[in-house]
């Protein structure tokens, strides 16, 4: 059965967005020189070969990474800096990249549901968790109906979810390999799980998983598709002029329908004042430069500009 056939009820958008998105980080067609910086590849086959951190490249010629992989590689680099063994990382492995069956996500749907109920009833949830509660709520009651074909892998589904609301998350795990999932929208919630409260309690490597995302996801390298994916147009206009401009400070307005309506960025400038103030006046250009002076002379210029996305 369909994916978008069993919860298109539920919201349209979001199946479409969640097939797509899932083709595109399992596609494997990224070349090894993105992961070059933190691992090379006498280290990278060691991985794969002997330590099985990663499954094994059954094609000809140079191996090609998935968008999951590159991140699950560079988790697999930040646990290593800590000592974090390999025969731990192999379980971590397995249990992140296991997927559940229909049946497990029904307990694990029901487990939430049980917890988050509680605090339903007390008015204790932000509208961010009551939303998300109300949606794993509906998927419930599609859920039974999915072909375990259709199901990602779980590191999938978090990448899918970290990206989609937005979210800050980290990967908690303690000397043992015990680990947990940490999303801002957890913090409300973790009083439910005695297991993940023991664990904050308890020595632990936090890796923030959303960083590392935002690392790889504006490389030259990643697939375009992918980025709009993420992106809205507007998003993306507001990274473009970052990339191009590399200003001092960025200032982003919303209109009333919280739609971006105006940037103004600032950057420092070494010109003279004179012909730039009169080249803005020829342009009919609207600017904002500000000097500071120290006895007498100009110590610093910088111009904020105003552009309308």
Known sequence: MELTKVIEDLDPAYVEKLERFKKKILDQKYPASV?????????????????ELLKKWNEKGWRKFSFLEIIWLKVISDLREFGVSFEILKKLKDELFRVPTTEEI??????????????????????????MHEMALKLKDFAGDLEDSEIMPMFANLIFIIVLYRLGADLVINKHGKFAIFLETSKEVIVVNPEVQQLLNEPHISIPLTNII???????????????????????????????EKPNSLTVTFDDKQKINLVEITKSKKVDIA?????????GGYETITLKTQKGKVVSCTQTEKLKL
Do not use: C
Request: net charge negative.
């Open 275 to 283: 012909n730039r103030l009169s080249n803005i006046i020829l342009k």
């Open 35 to 51: 992961i070059a910086p933190f691992v090379n590849s006498r280290v990278l086959n060691y991985w794969v070969e002997e330590a």
């Open 106 to 131: 029904l307990i694990a749907f029901e487990e939430k549901r049980k917890g988050i109920q509680d605090l339903l009833k007390k008015g204790t949830l932000s509208g961010d968790v009551k939303y």
């Open 214 to 244: 935002e690392s790889f996801i504006l490389k030259d390298e990643i697939d375009k598709e992918l980025q709009t994916e993420i992106f809205t147009e507007e998003e993306w206009k507001i990274l473009e002029i970052l990339r191009r």
